[in-house]
């Protein structure tokens, strides 16, 4: 019993991040398949009332005391440029150990007799919770569920029970030792099923003794022995962090793992510029935006391979770029500078002009444009005189 106390209030992770209860819309729902009123508590993107745009759903169980740190860590990655807006759903417990377990616990580490209603509570999520919130909101089609301890079981659960309803299951320092390991049992026949449906998985654990590590090994042995080409599974290990710290520990590691980057990687460029327009349709269905591969992105991509002396790629990243934004002085001017850098003077200058015939005198660095055309001719001059 003591370690069960100590896995209650572990699991809450407490901010005291100033004015919280000013950011978040409040919403109370009569759940007929709960057949109780339950609330949960919304974070719209800072932008929401200003745009049109639909935003990926973050479902966090476990409360609205998991906002702020969210909030703050999900920023950092959108000012980066790693993870798209958000809006975050954060589901408030009535009876947490009865709706996160799918199995009534018969291990004396914990309360004997209490769980398994799991079930419901998923049924709860996917025929109410769900279509309150899409009623309400803007929201695009891609779901998260989070939760810890207890609700990191659920989120296994849910990905095993209803495959396909979210994109992406955190569960950070779930509670596996439940029930004498039932979850990991229920996992391993699982996964020898080879299940069909893409899913991201994270996990990670503490300093986790006894019940719960053994039960995680196993776990873990599982997902290994069992490889999944349709799993994509992130695991993070921190000896030094409690229980209670592991959804502070993952947050980062859980969601950058899972968001593609507006950034093409560049270790993944080649000669087929295909390779960079599948990347983006991806990261444009995942992010819900245009998914034209950015200007700045691609151009910069090829000023990278241009001082990497590979002139040829740059050039090729150079056109594709402006395939996709004729119009855009910047993604011309990259042309130029591509068949400058190959001594294709002529041509350089041809593309500048272009670049310049379609600058507006409101670009801050229009003048950019006029005195690079200038440079250019009298290089051309100049080599013309030499020769």
Not at 40 to 51: I, R
Not at 84 to 102: C, Q
Not at 191 to 209: D, F, I, K, Q, W
Request: glycine share 6%; proline share 6%.
């Amino acid at each position: 019993m003591k370690y069960f106390k100590w896995l209650i209030s572990a699991a809450v992770l407490v901010s005291s991040f100033p004015g919280l209860a000013n950011d978040y819309e409040v919403v109370d729902i009569d759940s007929k398949v709960l057949d109780e009123q339950r609330q949960y508590q919304v974070l719209l993107p800072e932008d929401y009332f200003t745009t049109s745009q639909n935003y990926p759903v973050i479902y966090r169980l476990d409360g609205a005391e998991n906002i702020p740190l969210m909030k703050e860590i999900l920023g950092r990655l959108k000012d980066a440029d790693a993870a798209p807006d958000v809006i975050i759903v954060a589901v408030e417990n009535t009876d947490r150990l009865r709706d996160m377990y799918p199995t009534v616990n018969q291990d004396r580490n914990g309360p004997v007799g209490i769980g398994g209603g799991a079930k419901k509570f998923l049924a709860f999520i996917e025929q109410e919770l769900i279509p309150d919130v899409e009623e309400r909101y803007r929201t695009h089609s891609t779901r998260i569920i989070s939760g810890a301890s207890a609700a990191g079981v659920f989120s296994l659960y849910a990905m095993q029970a209803r495959p396909g309803l979210f994109d992406a299951y955190i569960a950070y320092s779930p509670a596996v030792w439940w029930n004498a390991g039932a979850m990991v049992e229920r996992t391993e026949k699982w996964l020898s099923s080879e299940p069909s449906v893409s899913a991201y998985v994270y996990m990670n654990m503490g300093n986790e003794g006894q019940p719960m590590r053994p039960y995680y090994d196993e776990l873990l042995t599982s997902f290994s022995t069992n490889e999944s080409p349709h799993l994509n599974l992130v695991v993070n290990e921190y000896p030094g962090v409690s229980h209670g710290l592991t959804s502070a520990a993952g947050i980062f590691n859980a969601y950058q793992s899972f968001f593609m980057s507006k950034a093409f990687p560049r270790e993944k460029v080649s000669a087929d510029m295909q390779v960079i327009d599948d990347y983006y349709r991806r990261l444009g269905e995942q992010w819900g935006i245009d998914p034209t591969p950015p200007e700045n992105v691609v151009r910069e991509l090829g000023y990278y391979f241009d001082w990497q002396k590979k002139p040829h790629l740059a050039m090729k990243l150079y056109k594709h770029n402006m395939s996709h934004h004729p119009e855009n002085p910047d993604a011309i001017a990259g042309v130029a500078y591509g068949y400058e850098g190959q001594k294709k003077l002529r041509e350089a200058l041809t593309y500048a002009k272009k670049a310049l015939a379609v600058a507006t005198e409101d670009i801050p660095y229009y003048d950019y444009f006029v005195e690079n055309v200038e440079r250019l001719e009298n290089k051309m001059k100049g080599t013309e005189k030499a020769n």
